[in-house]
């Protein structure tokens, strides 16, 4: 019985964390381009439509993930044309996206409510996942979830060890002595929204096409906005975000298993920890947490004039 | 609305080339959103008819839409008065369903109190309970743990899920078979309304806070250093101003006065409390209180578009068989156009 309960947590907390991994690694990114994007959940609601249309239509859980990372970078971008070419402010762009991506997934998503699919299929790895106990916990997932950890590792080698993570870097810390130092701050920045746009696509075909295998209007429930606190709690860093993200899976996922259980207490008062995980966690996290952020966050290049 | 020269000045403004700029932009919109319908096999004339037909073409429409514009008043000044020293409050809708929270209690717990007694007290609750849900996220600012954007957005999901603990929990109607609900309120814990119309007590509240915000900014000491700490932060703090007790006293006024939305939505609208109190009135009262860039008539004028826009949404599912939740992207196309216009100016940082 605990034993159960464990592994179904340990599970959970994978399956859950996944989405929110890839979502947190997309925001990181644009964060250490120096732009903070509030509309992580629309482009997440975006990303999980998106793939379940495609994966009704072609029968294909391939080409939905394929779809929703497009969708997710075609979306970001219209987000950088307000917030970098016309300079808007990005807290309520982000915001105006979010709206824009519920608006636009209800509208896409309206006939395909109902609809049934296969998804992404559990991957079996050959002997490992017959070990007893371990092997039920460990290997049993589809491709996605597999590949989240690398995916972490890519973007940690690519914004640490590559001249053009240095980069951009270099523009979300200060962009003007990026721009003196022969760089293109708006290009870079463009840049990172498309490969946030795609982190954030595939997150949403995990949760749409993974996890939940049928599409309903704002199913995101706020994981967009856990993610961006999840950035925060990361210190803007892809591995710690790995970390982040099982955690913040295991606070879904003990709700799920403590529900599934039948354990006297309120569901809804266990659908509260994760939000509340995120705002205790950065209260304790506090003090030290401004010298992590990157210098010019928030803030888009003016040019020189 | 408070002098003769301001009432003048808001005539010269109606008239302005930004007026006449501001109604560019929103036919910019609802073009754009036409031609999503439009993508989407529906027919725009027939929505745009439905819409406006049903918000302004009666009078019934009419206070209708006043109905809806209450809550977004106070919503958009929760977002407002923190926004006047750089404070970005998300959180009016959690706000608000703590307001609503409280003064539910309160209807239920003192519901044999006379009517003159019952309304100030829940009113007095609505604003608590959506207060100190601000408030809260303000203290976590001010010791600089949290910042108040993240927290308030948080805090949004946490209350609408704990008033939903309690309403399918403790507060539930036994009575209503299986609707999630509590039972209804007394007679005397419902705010008075206006000639026969559903236009409540609601609208007065607003307009005064609405009011006093702007006499308190531009006539009081506190106002005078709410912009020294908005202008120049260091130089505040040096000058002595304390920021710390600004930044927690006004994110709990905002919180109040979306709480107090709370209050009047489910003490004159539903007469109860539901889980499904608010169709993210919180959160169109941001965009409201952007739109306005500050202004007490851009806010009336925000104010009165959203709420054509979110009756809208009803309507359109309704005639048109349309999710709801496609208004949105008007809102969103409304609010595109008026950003990135000011943001080409370089008017917003």
Redesign the interface.
């Known amino acids: 019985m605990i034993e159960s309960f464990f592994a179904g947590l340990i599970v959970g907390s994978i399956h859950s964390g996944t989405p929110l991994l890839y979502a947190t690694l997309g925001e990181a990114v644009e964060e250490r381009a120096g732009i903070v994007n509030?509309g992580l959940e629309g482009v997440m609601l975006i990303g999980a439509v998106s793939a379940f249309i495609t994966t009704v239509q072609t029968g294909s859980a391939f080409w939905g993930v394929m779809a929703a990372a497009a969708a997710g970078a075609l979306f970001n971008l219209l987000f950088g044309?307000?917030?970098i070419s016309?300079?808007?402010?990005q807290?309520?762009?982000g915001?105006?996206?979010m709206?824009?991506g519920?608006?636009?997934s209800?509208?896409l998503g309206?006939p395909y409510i109902g609809s049934r699919i296969v998804g992404l299929n559990e991957i079996r790895l050959p002997f490992l996942s017959d070990l007893p106990l371990v092997g039920s916990v460990v290997f049993h997932y589809d491709i996605l979830v597999y590949l989240a950890v690398p995916v972490a590792l890519l973007t940690w080698g690519a914004l640490f060890f590559t001249r053009w993570g240095l980069s951009l870097r270099a523009v979300g810390e200060n962009p003007l002595a990026a721009f003196a130092a022969g760089k293109n701050p708006h290009r870079i920045q463009y840049q990172a929204l498309i490969i946030a746009g795609i982190l954030g696509g595939i997150a949403g075909a995990h949760l749409s096409i993974g996890l939940a295998k049928t599409w309903a209007?704002?199913m995101t429930?706020?994981r967009g906005?856990?993610a961006?606190?999840l950035v925060?709690f990361s210190k803007w860093h892809p591995l710690r975000a790995i970390l982040g993200a099982l955690l913040f899976g295991g606070a879904i996922a003990l709700q799920l298993q403590m529900q599934a259980r039948g354990l006297p207490v309120?569901p809804?008062?266990l659908?509260?920890l994760p939000?509340?995980l995120?705002?205790g966690v950065?209260?304790v996290w506090?003090?030290s947490r401004?010298q992590a952020a990157p210098g010019s966050l928030g803030?888009v290049f003016?040019g020189t004039e | 609305m408070n002098s003769p020269s301001g009432g003048l000045q808001a005539l010269r403004k109606i008239y302005s080339p930004g007026a006449l700029r501001a109604f560019v932009l929103l036919l910019l919109a609802l073009a754009a959103f036409a031609l999503v319908l439009l993508i989407f096999g529906k027919n725009p004339i027939k929505a745009y008819i439905d819409i406006f037909g049903n918000t302004l073409g009666s009078g019934y429409g009419l206070s209708e839409t006043l109905v809806k514009m209450i809550p977004l008043i106070l919503t958009a000044l929760a977002v407002a008065v923190p926004s006047r020293i750089w404070l970005i409050n998300v959180g009016g809708e959690g706000q608000l369903y703590l307001g609503a929270l409280l003064a539910t209690w309160g209807a239920l717990t003192f519901g044999s109190l006379p009517t003159w007694l019952l309304i100030p007290l829940i009113t007095v609750l609505g604003f608590l309970g959506g207060g100190l849900w601000g408030g809260l996220c303000g203290y976590l600012r001010a010791r600089g743990w949290v910042s108040e954007t993240i927290s308030t957005l948080l805090m949004n999901y946490v209350a609408i899920l704990l008033v939903s603990f309690f309403v399918f929990g403790p507060w539930k109607d036994t009575e209503s078979a299986n609707y999630p609900q509590t039972p209804e309120f007394s007679e005397a814990a419902v705010l008075p309304a206006f000639f026969g119309t559903r236009v409540h007590m609601g609208l007065v509240i607003g307009l005064t806070a609405m009011i006093l915000f702007f006499f308190v900014l531009s006539r009081t000491r506190w106002g005078l250093e709410m912009r020294a700490i908005g202008v120049n932060t260091e130089a505040a703090r040096r000058n002595g101003i304390p920021i710390n007790r600004y930044i927690i006293l006004l994110l709990f006024i905002g919180g109040g006065l979306a709480g107090l939305a709370g209050m009047s939505e489910v003490s004159a609208i539903q007469g109860r409390l539901r889980p499904s109190l608010s169709p993210g009135f919180g959160y169109t009262g941001f965009l409201i209180s952007w739109m306005a860039g500050g202004s007490p008539l851009g806010i009336l004028a925000a104010a009165f578009l959203l709420s054509v826009v979110t009756a809208g949404g009803d309507i359109l599912q309704m005639t048109q068989a349309i999710p709801g939740a496609v208004v949105n992207i008007l809102m969103a196309l409304i609010l595109f156009v008026v950003l990135a216009r000011r943001g080409g100016k370089g008017a917003v940082k």
């Open positions: 509030l044309f307000l917030v016309r300079r808007a402010n807290l309520a762009c915001l105006a996206m709206f824009f519920v608006g636009l209800a509208l309206a209007e704002w429930a706020g906005f856990i961006v606190a925060i309120s809804f008062l659908d509260m939000y509340l995120s705002i950065l209260a506090g003090g401004r803030r003016q």
